[in-house]
């Protein structure tokens, strides 16, 4: 445990070190029997970025020792899902293609033990999944357009799907970027520290990547920010930034110090390219910050909550109907004819389960609304 946690004090697989390390490890391996002391290494293999060690584990022992054939379709989905990771890490973006199968795959297994599964919730591990194949997909879509752009040594013209696929890549990372948040409001109460660390620094990736595609792509976005840009680049926001000591976290805070501070657009479209290109690989080839909380999943107890409108401060008595959910998955939906003021008042009780399931004590609770327009008011 000691030698594959040494993989986080350096960048690349293809270190000297590195593989120095591997061999070392993978000599005391063959000492070990132990079915529960296997789990326990594969799982800090692979929270580790050992994931060429974590796929090794998985395949010669543990698949074999599976007692259930949902252990089975979780050993399997993990195996997949670190031997994509130990080939990206070992040779960057090139190989991205190839691997994208094997996510899916996972994925797919995920989803299969999810319908199997009675007392567990797998829901957070087909999130991260699928967050890491839209990541995946956008770093190939980015270093295609800087391609072209290298090519030609120009912006794209005017009305053309290239341009608008250069502004779409910022807003495309800003979203996953908010994903990642939002995966961490959703689960983070009921996972480790180490688990909330790291979905932080996973969104904090993902801003980079979409600050540093405004940089490169700077003649595409004149007087196209959309709100996703203005709500993630709000001055004095505090957004997450992650673990400070993982190598990832390191890597993008030099980029941004010594190579996007420079890149505008009086820089040469090809040059800024070719930067952008020459980030990509490094950032995938650092070692990847897992969630710890993907070997644990948890079944996420609910509560309560209950609306109800005051129509006591509008002006005309109108009524403001509340529909009941049907199922305890569906939310209340308060009706309230269009332009009237209401007061909302949301009660409802905090379960025992909860209480004991966080592993943060909170005093808190917030709620978010959603407003939509129905329909034009029919009026006599």
């Not at 379960?351 to 709620?367: D, I, W």
């Amino acid at each position: 445990a000691i030698y594959m946690s040494c993989r986080l004090a350096h960048y690349f697989a293809s270190e000297d070190r590195v593989k120095s390390l591997r061999q070392r490890i993978k000599s005391q391996l063959e000492d070990v029997t132990d079915s529960w002391t296997l789990f326990q290494l594969a799982r800090h293999a692979f929270c580790t970025a050992n994931f060429g060690i974590a796929e090794e584990l998985i395949a010669s022992n543990l698949l074999t020792r599976a007692a259930s054939e949902q252990t089975h379709l979780f050993y399997v989905a993990t195996k997949l899902l670190a031997q994509a990771e130990h080939v990206i890490s070992e040779k960057g973006t090139i190989v991205t293609p190839q691997v994208l199968p094997s996510l899916q795959s996972a994925k797919s297994q995920l989803r299969s033990l999810q319908r199997l599964a009675t007392r567990s919730d797998f829901s957070f591990q087909v999130e991260i999944v699928a967050c890491r194949i839209d990541f995946l997909n956008l770093c190939v879509t980015l270093r295609g357009l800087c391609g072209e752009m290298r090519l030609f040594n120009s912006g794209p013209g005017r009305l053309t799907r290239t341009r608008l696929h250069q502004r779409n890549m910022m807003h495309c990372f800003y979203l996953l970027a908010s994903r990642y948040a939002r995966i961490y409001r959703r689960y983070g109460l009921f996972h480790c520290q180490q688990t909330r660390t790291s979905l932080r620094t996973l969104s904090s990736l993902c801003r980079f990547l979409a600050r540093a595609s405004a940089k490169t792509f700077v003649e595409s976005l004149h007087g196209h920010k959309s709100h996703i840009h203005e709500f993630h680049e709000t001055d004095g926001a505090l957004w997450p930034e992650g673990d400070v000591s993982h190598p990832i976290t390191r890597m993008i805070s030099k980029f941004s110090n010594s190579v996007l501070w420079s890149m505008d657009e009086n820089v040469e479209p090809k040059v800024r390219a070719a930067a952008m290109m020459e980030m990509l690989d490094p950032i995938l080839m650092c070692p990847l910050p897992s969630p710890r909380g993907y070997f644990t999943p948890k079944q996420r107890p609910s509560t309560t909550l209950r609306l109800s409108g005051d129509p006591e401060d509008t002006l005309q008595d109108n009524d403001i109907d509340v529909s009941q959910p049907e199922t305890c998955f569906e939310a209340e939906v308060v009706e309230v004819p269009p332009g009237e003021p209401i007061t909302l008042y949301a009660t409802g009780k905090i379960s025992q389960n909860l209480r004991s399931a966080a592993t943060l004590p909170f005093s808190q609770v917030v709620a978010w609304h959603k407003i939509s327009y129905d329909g034009p008011s029919i009026t006599e």
